[in-house]
Nanobody, 129 residues
Framework: QVQLVESGGGLVQPGDSLTLSCAASGFNLHYYAVGWFRQAPGKEREGVSCVKTSDGPTYYAASVKGRFTISRDNTGNTVYLRMTRLQPEDTGVYYC??????????????????????WGQGTQVTVSS
């Protein structure tokens, strides 16, 4: 069965850091572009970041640039989202999504949900004092 599993969410205070993981089962994530999205209560899901290959381009939403870092592990089968200086507005359910590299999104559409085929179930991140 092909699936993505997110982990690492939790309750943190403003200014804290958190690292989310996205792991694949049933396929090798090394051959996929991976995006992170989030959805706050009452809001639409929005793109946060995207990575293609380990040495390829990365993309970030303006709201997280400089605070969040997307990366892959050495095997390429897990993708991380390191989040620092977290703020209450970062609260939401965080999802990872994947698409095969030949159809990888570009700078023009990496934040669009339609650019990805496979989605995880999400992990909750709550930033609150």
């Amino acid at each position: 069965q092909v699936q993505l599993v997110e982990s690492g969410g939790g309750l943190v205070q403003p200014g804290d850091s958190l690292t989310l993981s996205c792991a694949a089962s049933g396929f090798n994530l090394h051959y996929y572009a991976v995006g992170w999205f989030r959805q706050a209560p009452g809001k639409e899901r929005e793109g946060v970041s995207c990575v293609k290959t380990s040495d390829g381009p990365t993309y970030y939403a303006a709201s997280v640039k400089g605070r969040f870092t997307i990366s892959r592990d050495n095997t390429g089968n897990t993708v991380y989202l390191r989040m620092t200086r977290l703020q209450p507005e970062d609260t939401g359910v965080y999802y990872c999504a994947a698409v095969p590299l030949p159809r990888a999104p570009t700078a023009r559409n990496w934040w669009k949900q339609y650019a990805y085929d496979t989605w995880g179930q999400g992990t909750q991140v709550t930033v609150s004092s």
